[in-house]
């Protein structure tokens, strides 16, 4: 590609994955509005060179658009859909497999829509077959459209699966029984975990082998990706291009080692050093699995090694724009993925603070380059990482110092030499077992960096001026020219920053009371000037994923943890909330059983704090033969006028034997069960008359909450109706001697809806 073509053609395929992103799903005029916008981009530069762009551009905006059409129709959602698929993962935990699947045939019911363009889906099978990635099975699948949760700066799980190109999620029927139709072929990928599954090696080392030299991250557990992100060491593990670029580096030089021995009077021009080590980094990335990673690490790492071999080779930018370029081309769906931009930033950022610099000599030399290029990364990386999840792991730029020379020195060589010497009795086990002894030293490094420096998660409202005074400190120290003086200043103000921030309080008398998005559950969070608690933890899935787990980073502490019922779907949190934060008191029914030790709530327990006054209206105390949900405790709040009232899953008998506790309107209320039609009965909703009703339930859930009874009953007397499984979390602030206030977490628009 000449020279002046790259930039733009990389700008047309970002530009056209935009377009096609933004016109796809709701705009059915996208193709036009993107075929017209290429059309003048082409007639406007006046130049045959625009035909490269307009190719480029066009090759992205229909195969982002493609993802579009792809995704299941809304007619489908919940049916039972008889496919034949292609098994591309299958993840094995405790008693469910979660799959992702390839969809080769798809036959709906009659009278419903075509279901013939569905491609990738994400499902959950409970029964007891030994899928494999490589097999083909007929399967009964019951789908809906890809969707998350939607909570205040929480993993977005929906633009997840968007950009992994799933077009559906669900689970797999018991009946009719999965049938498979072919076994896997075997590939020397799975033919080499085959080799690893029987190894004499302790199982922590295996997955860590597996994840670490051959791609398949999907075997360590959720307690190793816990410490690799709360200490900033991810990338490390995912096959990138530290991995890619050792093989290649390793290939390379010994075939020049090679090349000099042979040829000692012309090696240094032989150029089929360069082409082996170009040929190792493809089959290592085939042999990785060609993820995400470990295709932008092989396009990386082909140009790194074009323009270091120096024959008609690009300059270092203009091999960075054709990367960028080639990758979106590869894989549209990049462009979503942080870990593209995160890996680009990077690159671009060492193209900056070494262009122009001598190569480094001797241990010393490389030493010293190897310290300057973390430290003057770190910031960089930092505000990436901040801006992309917001968190940051304050131990990262000392713990990668030593991390990334080990790892990338003692334990990829190990793992790797071990593959090379498998097929000698006891040479790779040999070499294993010394790869298993450096990941327990790698593993201790690990653990004392989070003891010693735990993942911070900043406000919201730190973390943009946070992320440019990193950049900030980046800048200064990465170009030549800035003066000492302003550097000084950077260091100033990053320090600086965090300690001289404090975040907005509460005042006395006001309450923030948010209804968090967890699907089929309840979870509410109330916080006020100095307190903090929960009523109901969310729910625990069959899958055991707690929506709980995803909300807030460890560490956090409550004052009081009211739990109305141990019904899954309320207290299912439990068990995350006591391993991960700290609770001072917890609350819950007589003869409710709780993993945790806990004080009654009945009737007659209050409290007040911050000025704020706290009632349990239900049970009533001492023994009580109701059911679980009829014992719910429910619970009042009032704020100077306002009032908010929580009732779990209690039902009408309930509702009318506390009824007469209750004095006027009520501002805010938690729908009871979640909008079924046992609770909020007529009586009830005309004397309570509340402003705001939320329904606490899943989108497209089984049983219909809320009701339709439900809703003409609230809306006969005019309360504004909120459902979580549409509005996404929803945030009141109750002030004394103020307007009550409410956001949703999905508003239309970008506004709020409906309601004052």
């Not at 055991?544 to 739990?563: I, K, Q, T």
Request: with cysteine; net charge positive; proline share 6%.
């Amino acid at each position: 590609m000449q020279r002046g073509m790259v930039i733009p053609a990389a700008l047309a395929a970002l530009g056209a994955a935009l377009l096609a992103w933004q016109s796809g799903d709701e705009g059915r005029l996208g193709p036009w509005v993107g075929a017209l916008a290429l059309i003048m981009l082409l007639i406007v530069s006046r130049s045959p060179r625009a035909i490269v762009w307009l190719a480029v551009g066009s090759w992205v905006f229909v195969a982002v658009h493609h993802q579009w059409q792809r995704q299941l129709p809304a007619g489908l959602a919940g049916e039972d859909l008889q496919v034949q698929v292609r098994v591309l993962t299958a993840e094995r935990e405790a008693d469910i497999t979660r799959l992702t699947l390839a969809i080769q045939r798809c036959r709906a019911g009659a009278n419903l829509p075509r279901c013939d363009a569905l491609g990738r889906v994400r499902v959950s099978a409970y029964q007891d077959h030994p899928y494999a990635a490589g097999e083909r099975w007929q399967l009964t699948l019951r789908l809906r459209a890809p969707h998350g949760f939607a909570n205040p700066s929480s993993f977005d799980y929906a633009a997840w699966l968007w950009r992994e190109g799933i077009h559906a999620t669900g689970y797999v029927r018991a009946t009719p029984s999965p049938r498979r139709l072919e076994a896997a072929r075997p590939t020397l990928r799975t033919l080499a975990l085959e080799r690893l599954d029987r190894a004499p090696l302790e199982p922590r080392t295996k997955r860590w082998l597996a994840a670490l030299s051959l791609g398949d991250s999907s075997q360590l557990t959720q307690e190793d990706w816990a410490l690799l992100n709360a200490t900033g060491t991810t990338h490390l593990v995912v096959i990138s291009g530290l991995h890619v670029g050792l093989v290649a580096s390793f290939v390379l030089l010994a075939c020049r080692l090679i090349a000099r021995l042979v040829t000692p009077l012309s090696w240094r021009l032989r150029a089929w050093p360069w082409w082996a080590a170009g040929a190792a980094c493809i089959g290592y990335a085939l042999l990785a699995g060609m993820g995400p990673p470990a295709l932008r690490a092989m396009v990386m790492t082909l140009l790194g090694l074009w323009v270091l071999g120096g024959r008609h080779a690009p300059g270092p930018w203009q091999a960075w724009w054709l990367a960028l370029v080639i990758v979106v081309a590869l894989d549209p769906l990049a462009a979503w993925r942080p870990g593209l931009w995160l890996s680009f930033v990077a690159v671009a950022w060492l193209i900056v603070i070494w262009q122009g610099r001598t190569r480094p000599v001797g241990i010393k030399g490389w030493g010293y380059a190897l310290v300057r290029t973390q430290l003057l990364l770190a910031p960089l990386m930092a505000a990436a990482v901040l801006i992309a999840f917001g968190r940051v792991a304050p131990g990262a730029p000392l713990v990668n110092l030593l991390a990334v020379p080990f790892v990338s020195l003692v334990m990829v060589p190990l793992a790797l030499l071990g593959w090379l010497g498998a097929a000698l009795p006891g040479v790779g086990d040999a070499l294993w077992w010394g790869f298993g002894q450096s990941l327990g030293l790698f593993r201790w490094l690990l653990d004392a960096t989070l003891a010693l420096a735990p993942l911070w998660q900043p406000s919201a409202a730190l973390r943009y001026p946070l992320a440019a005074a990193w950049l900030l400190v980046a800048l200064c120290f990465g170009l030549a020219f800035v003066p000492g003086w302003l550097r000084a200043i950077s260091l100033a103000v990053a320090g600086f920053l965090p300690f001289a921030h404090v975040p907005e309080a509460l005042p006395p008398a006001a309450l923030r009371v948010t209804v968090h998005d967890v699907g089929q559950g309840q979870l509410v969070e109330l916080e006020s000037a100095r307190r903090r608690m929960l009523y109901d933890t969310g729910p625990r899935f069959r899958s055991g994923f707690m929506p709980l787990e995803s909300l807030w980073a460890p560490g956090r502490h409550f004052d009081r943890v009211l739990v109305s019922h141990a019904d899954s779907d309320h207290a299912g949190g439990v068990a995350a909330l006591r391993r991960e934060h700290q609770v001072a008191q917890w609350l819950a029914p007589r003869g409710e059983t709780l993993a945790v030790e806990h004080r009654h709530c009945a009737q007659g327990v209050e409290w007040r704090e911050d000025g704020i006054d706290y009632r349990v209206l239900w049970p009533l105390p001492g023994l009580n033969a109701l059911s679980p949900n009829e014992r719910s405790c429910v619970l009042e709040v009032r704020i100077g006028e306002h009032r908010l009232l929580i009732t779990g899953d209690a039902g009408s008998d309930s509702e009318r034997r506390f009824l007469g506790a209750l004095e006027g309107r009520v501002d805010v209320l938690v729908a009871g069960h979640h909008g079924s039609n046992t609770s909020s009965g007529i009586q009830f909703v005309r004397a309570t008359e509340p402003r705001h009703v939320v329904f606490s339930a899943g989108r497209g859930n089984a049983f219909g909450h809320p009701t339709d009874a439900v809703v003409r009953r609230f809306r006969a007397v005019g309360s504004c109706l909120w459902n979580t499984a549409h509005d996404g979390a929803l945030t009141f602030v109750l002030r004394a001697g103020e307007d009550l206030e409410v956001s949703p977490q999905r508003a239309p628009g970008g506004g709020r809806r409906r309601c004052r």
